[in-house]
Each structure stands twice: as C-alpha cells, then as structure tokens.
C-alpha cells in the first residue's frame, strides 16, 4: 500500500481487538489477511460486522489459507464470499490467474514470502462468484464477486492461501494492484479520498 501510495491504516486484532462494524465503516477498502489462524479466522463477531460493512457497499480483500476449514458451514461464507470449501491442503503452492488475475503466475513458497503456507485449501465459485486462482485446471484458490455495477452494491475478493506467501514482490504488488483496482471504493463521507484502506 505505500509503494502505491494508498492512505491507509493498520488494525492489529492482537493489540486492538477486533474492528466494529462503526469501525470499518470508515474505509472504502478493507483488507484482512489470517496468516496462521486456523481456529479464530472469523469470528462470528467479524463475520457480522463485515456484513454489514459489505451490505453497505464495502470492498473486502479476505486472504488466508484456514478461512473454509474454521468457517466453511457459516452463512457469511457461502453468502458473502460466495465460496464453497472443497479441501483443506491442496499440496500445491503454484497457482495461476484467471479473469481480474488472468496472466499472472504465482509461487507460494519459498523466495520471500512468508514462508507459511501449509495448508493452501481449494475452494469453489458459488452463486455468481467467479474463480480468480487455480492451483490446476479447475482446482481453485480463489474467488471474486461483484453485486452490481463498480459504483454499485459490494465486492469481495478471497484467496483461500495467503497474501503474504507469495514468494516475489513483484508477484505481490501485480495481485494486489489488480485487487484494489477491481475493488475500487471510496469513504462514503468523502468520495475524494478514493484509496484510504483498512489493512487488518
């Protein structure tokens, strides 16, 4: 983000808690990355407060690789990601895009990336979400979906593996460019300031 120059702030869960729904509501874009978490990904407090957000237009950035194993019978899941949790490690850490990320190839392990993947899941579309990620043909890594138009309802991107593993920062500036770009977004209050982000 400041390689792009986006304004944004850093929401540690650790140290803060966990963001309110009056909390996100102040940034056009969200980003909330899991890292190791497999048990407390998304509490059913953040899954509420992130409806909320989204229902009011917001733009999320959801990446972690134990997202679908610690909430994959969750409505949020299946309604607001528009995903469905098809295994927990896929034993792949290669990926390539598709649609908003067609033509990038991604490792994620080993360069200098996190290093944590253990578990890269496999997920699939639901209910208009298209797949954004395949480890091989028709074995997805990650969904978008939009609910109108750019200025129009919210939109989600998920990666079922996480952000910080991809092993080169080219890699990881080209994904999240095209993320943010396809997520678009703005603070309500004010439409002039088309880059403020949550980063959790």
Same mark, same amino acid.
């Given at each position: 983000?400041?390689?792009?120059?986006?304004?944004?702030?850093?929401?540690?869960? @650790? %140290?803060?808690?966990?963001?309110?729904?009056?909390?996100?509501? #102040?940034? &056009?874009?969200?980003?909330? !990355?899991? /890292?190791? *978490?497999?048990?407390?990904?998304? @509490? %059913?407090?953040?899954?509420?407060?992130?409806?909320?957000?989204? #229902?009011? &237009?917001?733009?999320?950035? !959801?990446? /972690?690789? *134990?997202?679908?194993?610690?909430?994959?019978?969750?409505?949020?899941?299946?309604?607001?990601?528009?995903?469905?949790?098809?295994?927990?490690?896929?034993?792949?850490?290669?990926?390539?895009?598709?649609?908003?990320?067609?033509?990038?190839?991604?490792?994620?392990?080993?360069?200098?990336?996190?290093?944590?993947?253990?578990?890269?899941?496999?997920?699939?579309?639901?209910?208009?979400?298209?797949?954004?990620?395949?480890?091989?043909?028709?074995?997805?890594?990650?969904?978008?979906?939009?609910?109108?138009?750019?200025?129009?309802?919210?939109?989600?991107?998920?990666?079922?593996?996480?952000?910080?593993?991809?092993?080169?920062?080219?890699?990881?500036?080209?994904?999240?460019?095209?993320?943010?770009?396809?997520?678009?977004?703005?603070?309500?209050?004010?439409?002039?300031?088309?880059?403020?982000?949550?980063?959790?």
């Amino acid at each position: 983000l400041e390689a792009f120059g986006v304004a944004h702030d850093l929401w540690r869960v @650790t %140290t803060q808690g966990a963001p309110s729904t009056s909390d996100l509501a #102040d940034y &056009g874009r969200v980003i909330w !990355l899991t /890292g190791n *978490d497999s048990s407390s990904t998304l @509490t %059913t407090s953040d899954q509420n407060a992130l409806a909320t957000y989204l #229902d009011s &237009g917001g733009r999320l950035f !959801l990446s /972690g690789q *134990d997202i679908g194993f610690d909430i994959r019978d969750s409505s949020f899941y299946a309604d607001y990601l528009h995903a469905a949790f098809v295994t927990d490690d896929t034993n792949d850490t290669s990926l390539s895009g598709l649609n908003l990320m067609a033509g990038i190839d991604i490792a994620i392990a080993g360069g200098d990336g996190a290093g944590n993947q253990s578990y890269p899941s496999q997920i699939s579309p639901v209910t208009g979400g298209q797949p954004v990620f395949e480890y091989s043909s028709s074995v997805y890594g990650g969904v978008a979906y939009a609910s109108g138009q750019q200025d129009d309802g919210y939109r989600v991107v998920y990666l079922a593996f996480g952000f910080e593993g991809i092993n080169h920062p080219a890699d990881r500036t080209e994904v999240m460019s095209r993320t943010l770009s396809w997520l678009g977004g703005c603070v309500p209050e004010d439409p002039n300031r088309p880059g403020l982000a949550l980063a959790v």
